[in-house]
């Protein structure tokens, strides 16, 4: 069965602008259009994957791309040491609103805990 294409598919396939800060095969990196750090980027696989549900056993390899993006992120834009959240949403009591998973990277300000 086709999936609905979300928001995430069409910045993939650059149909719509996003203000993109890493990309390789596997990962796209770009910058949250509703920012809540100074720094708040999304770390997406390039492969439509809806939610952290759906995860394949085999996908793992994925799930580790995007964190060593978001790794060598943190050391290029200097804020390796200070710190940083990476947050994972999933459906509705996790609030998540794109249903293609995403890792999103925030950094800049002290975080607080919990975090509501
Ligand atoms: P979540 O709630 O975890 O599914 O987060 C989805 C995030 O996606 C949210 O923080 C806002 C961001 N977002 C939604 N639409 C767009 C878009 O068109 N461009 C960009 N850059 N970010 C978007």
């Known amino acids: 069965m086709e999936l609905e294409p979300t928001i995430f598919d069409k910045i993939i396939n650059k149909e719509i602008p996003a203000d993109i800060v890493f990309e390789n095969d596997c990962v796209l990196a770009f910058k949250d259009i509703n920012p809540q750090a100074p720094v708040h980027v999304?770390?997406?696989?390039?492969?439509?994957?809806?939610?952290?549900n759906d995860l394949k056993d085999d996908q793992a390899q994925i799930i580790g791309e995007l964190f060593l993006a978001a790794r060598d992120y943190a050391k290029q834009i200097t804020e390796d040491e200070n710190g940083y959240r990476v947050i994972m949403n999933?459906?509705?009591?996790?609030?998540?609103?794109?249903?293609?998973?995403?890792?999103?990277?925030?950094?800049?300000?002290?975080m607080q805990w919990p975090p509501g």
């Open 90 to 110: 999933c459906n509705e009591n996790g609030q998540q609103s794109v249903f293609h998973i995403h890792l999103h990277f925030m950094a800049g300000r002290q």
């Open 42 to 52: 999304l770390f997406i696989p390039k492969l439509r994957i809806n939610t952290i």
